[in-house]
């Protein structure tokens, strides 16, 4: 924890105490992350809070951190299983986290780190893995700020489109959308660090962008924005669904990074000449280099892969270019130096913002290490040029086992044990006949 977490945490620590005394706050869900970006956590009343925050924390079966999207347990994993008898982790709250609930009042939020019996932190949290990542960013004298962009839909509780307008960054179509899209932007201008809303590409489709900040806070925000974002749709008679691609016939929902790096305070993207720093410039060739065995971290589900397509503004191939939205890496050189950056745009909405963020500056700090020169940006349509992404869950899972740079830097069990959850869609998928299979094949075989 740096010195500013911590002065932040006493801080919090303090004021925290003096607004339970006072009754101001009655109950603190203490949260976290399950692999795949799931919120889960405890409700705690105000009283019995911070004595247990500052010592041992808050215990649960760490199997919840080994389950899949149908909360399945996965027994081949290597860091749980009924071998170690799913022991107790421990949830310990960040405090300088802390956030009150906009809409449950007296309520308050706080992200939490896991740790293990000896105060470790757990292999199987994805918050580690991120903290993980940035501690080697560190060890080669950088921070890295992340600004995250999240896409999804608004949609009738059974899935259907209730506004069928197609109008991006329209704020007459963004009126149809009321009253949850106001009550969606108030209540995640309290809850995170919100840019703004707008409008996307497909009917109902919303984005939200999140202020640019350092790398774990992007990550927790992007976090809150998904809870807070399924909420404020539930109490509307809503859903807000970040599955990546919901229709075929409509706009794909996607995760997109931008990263910068900075060292000495100073960004170190910065550039006089119009075209990339030395640094940024190997940033970018790390990236390139280790996309597709990071895809997974961006893409754990089966649908996110249907994404990978001509003509739908997410990337179908492993290119970089200057500005151009058909490349996977999206080099932004500008002005204002401290502007300066680089945008991933292979992620799905759906992913776990800290395996997400983790993948991306694990391949940055692939690409610091290797000092190697990407090639040329390219331009036009790159959709039909270069190398395609990985196009199956399967194959990112076999890609994502097989780059021992990453391994390393993520950690290669935490990384073993998520492509085994991530395998268990697969599994699952591969096993069940769908609906097209059965119209397509029934009387045609």
Known sequence: MSLTTELAAATTHDELARRIAAGEITEIEVAWSDQFGHAL?????????????????FGF??????????????????????????PDVFALPDLSTFKDIPWRRGVGHVISDIVTHDGSPSRLD??????????????????????VELEFYLLNPDGSIFQDAIQTYSLENANTLEPVLSDLYSTLRAFTRLEGIQTEYGPGQVEANLIYTDALSAADDSARLKYAAKEVARRHGKIASFMPKPFSEHSGSSAHLHISLWKDGEPAFATQ???????????????LGHL?????????SVNAYRRYAPGSFAPATLTWSRDNRTSAVRSLVEPVPDATRIEL?????????????????????AGLLARHEPPEPRTGNLYEVGVRLPQSLHVAIALAKSDDTILEILGAE????????????????????????????????
């Open 273 to 287: 000449t119009g075209r990339e720093s030395e640094t940024g410039r190997y940033a970018i060739a790390g990236l």
């Open 126 to 147: 994805p918050r580690a893995v991120l903290r993980r990542v940035i501690g080697k960013l560190g060890e080669l004298g950088y921070t890295a700020k992340v600004g």
């Open 61 to 86: 079966c760490d199997g919840v951190l080994a389950w899949n999207t149908e909360a399945r347990v996965i027994e081949s994993l290597r860091l749980t299983n009924w071998d170690s008898g799913y």
């Open 41 to 57: 956590g405890k409700r705690i009343p105000a009283d019995l809070f911070l004595q247990r925050a500052l010592t041992t924390g």
């Open 414 to 445: 935490s990384v073993h044990d998520f492509a085994e959850i991530a395998q268990s869609e697969w599994d699952e998928y591969s096993g069940t006949v769908s609906d097209w299979e059965f119209r397509r094949y029934l009387t045609n075989s």
């Open 345 to 365: 745009r292979t992620g799905a909405s759906d992913a776990n913002p800290y395996w997400l963020v983790a993948s991306a500056l694990a391949a940055v700090a």
């Open 292 to 300: 597709p065995s990071i895809t997974l971290f961006g893409a754990h």
